[in-house]
């Protein structure tokens, strides 16, 4: 792996950004159509794979070689129904800002799955810092309130889904290559939308403003896909962490420019305890693989 921490760090931002203007596409576009959110999932990705194709196909047949074929389609199914999960948040919608704090979890669910599934020694101190974040979920959800919507949930949901996603790959990384991963996901997950749109009977043929928008968000999931690549093979993923979490500002910042979204303060409370207990957990995991 080459080491550009500058980079990496620019990249990350960069995909970061990217998410933000496309979550912010999905919600207008949400308010301004009834297309539903399984048709928005199967067209975004399928218009991102044929932005992608000439990358795999660069790639060649090399990299769907693979011992573990049933791995990567239960890893892909369970990673569209997180997608699922989190644009029909987007699209119903809920406030951008809860939505975005409510994902940064997903480590948080893959610290426990850890210890509970990969048999991976978790100690007191990452459980407790773990117990922490989910507080601050708790602070940001505030489901004891008499106006709370179990909608509210889809996030955590996706957060959940992509935690398992994470701990799959992590457990595929160990006999197959990067290319490999990437190369199944993204021949797997129009297949898994298409079979979830027609689950759902709900098909929507979009018109050509609905097009538009479903073009758009299909290249810049590319783009962000590419940048994320980008900078894991630029820098370790423990320094790009913390340049991760900008996504927070930047999607609240675009609420409040195009929504005129303003989150209450116990978002910062919540992130804040969310976000200390990541990088914790972050500095012990790489403690341990340098000792």
């Known amino acids: 792996m080459l080491h550009h921490p500058v980079k990496g760090a620019l990249a990350m931002i960069l995909a970061g950004f990217v998410f933000a203007v496309i979550n912010t596409l999905t919600q207008i576009l949400g308010a301004n159509s009834t297309i539903d959110s399984a048709s928005v999932a199967l067209y975004q990705y399928l218009f991102a794979l044929l932005f992608l194709a000439p990358s795999l196909f660069k790639a060649g047949l090399k990299p769907l070689k693979t011992q573990h074929p049933w791995l990567h389609i239960l890893r892909v199914g369970i990673s569209v129904i997180g997608i699922q999960c989190w644009i029909s948040a987007l699209i119903y919608p809920i406030p951008i800002w809860q939505g975005i704090a409510l994902i940064m979890t997903s480590p948080l669910f893959a610290t426990l799955g850890a210890a509970l599934f990969l048999k991976e020694k978790v100690g007191f101190s990452r459980i407790t810092a773990t117990l922490f974040g989910f507080c601050g979920a708790m602070i940001i959800l505030k489901p004891w309130s008499e106006d709370f919507n179990p909608v509210a949930l889809l996030p955590l949901a996706a957060a959940l889904c992509w935690a398992i996603y994470s701990l799959m790959v992590k457990k595929l990384s160990s006999s197959e290559s990067p290319t ?10 129009t297949p898994f939308n298409l079979l979830s749109v027609l689950q759902s009977s709900q098909f929507t043929s979009p018109d050509i403003m609905q097009l538009g928008y479903l073009i ?12 994320i690549a980008k900078a894991y093979n630029l820098a370790d993923a423990a320094y790009l962490q913390p340049f991760d979490f900008l996504k927070l500002p930047l999607n609240v910042l675009a609420g409040w420019l195009i929504f005129q979204a303003q989150p209450p303060g116990r978002l910062w409370l919540g992130a ?3 976000i200390f207990s990541i990088l914790y957990i972050t500095y012990q995991e790489s403690g341990h693989r340098k000792r």
């Open 180 to 189: 490999t991963i990437v190369v199944y996901l993204f021949i797997l997950i």
């Open 272 to 274: 804040a305890l969310i």
């Open 216 to 227: 758009l968000l299909g290249f810049l999931t590319a783009i962000a896909q590419l940048a």
